[in-house]
Every structure is written in C-alpha cells, then in structure tokens.
C-alpha cells in the first residue's frame, strides 16, 4: 500500500527556517509529478509547490523565493526548504503524490508554527 510519511515541522520564531521531509512508499516515486499542500485552521487546504518526475518545480506567488521543492529519487523523498517564515506560513503542511491525473496520495501532514 501507498504511504507518505512527513517530517520536519516545528515551532519557529518570524524569519527562521525549516526542512520538511516527505518519505514515500508502494508506488514508484521516480515516475510521479509530487507537491505540498499546506492547510491553516478554519481554511481550504491549498497547493504551496509541486516538482515533477524530471525535477521541475512550480510555487504558488506568495512563496516564491522563500521555499524550495526537491527530491531525491534514490531516496523516495521530497523535501520543501522553507525560510524567511512568517505567521501566515503557519498551517499543517501535507505532501501528496500524483497519479492517474489527480493528487492521489497524502501524508498525515506535519505542523508548522511560525510565532513570535
């Protein structure tokens, strides 16, 4: 069976940084088009950054420059390089996998809070 496992969510203060991890299993990651999602309380869950199967990465306007997508093939993994976080980054971060023409797969998701 398919997982996604996240990691690398926290508590940081305005300004900092954090890596989150995403682990993938049961299905074959190299060929798949992978993204984070994030979801804050009370709102939609909304696409932050996707990179497909040659490594080409998309970023919604409002993170650009601040986050980076990536994956390590040989590891199963993609990764978002966060920084210059602000209060409005902080939301539950869930990574997902696409397949048959939809976001197919989802990690349980990872917390990030970003306070003063």
């Known amino acids: 069976q398919v997982q996604l496992m996240e990691s690398g969510g926290g508590s940081v203060q305005p300004g900092g940084s954090l890596r989150l991890s995403c682990v993938a299993s049961?299905?074959?990651?190299?060929?798949?088009?992978m993204a984070w999602y994030r979801q804050a309380p009370g709102k939609q869950r909304d696409l932050v950054a996707r990179?497909?199967?040659?490594?080409?990465?998309e970023y919604i306007d409002s993170v650009k420059g601040r986050f980076t997508i990536s994956r390590d093939n040989a590891k199963n993994t993609v990764y978002l390089q966060t920084s210059s976080l602000t209060p409005e980054h902080t939301a539950v971060y869930y990574c997902?996998?696409?397949?048959?023409?939809?976001?197919?797969?989802w990690g349980q998701g990872t917390q990030v809070t970003v306070s003063s």
């Open positions: 997902s996998a696409r397949e048959w023409g939809t976001w197919m797969y």
């Open positions: 049961g299905f074959i990651f190299s060929a798949q088009t």
């Open positions: 990179i497909n199967s040659g490594g080409g990465a």
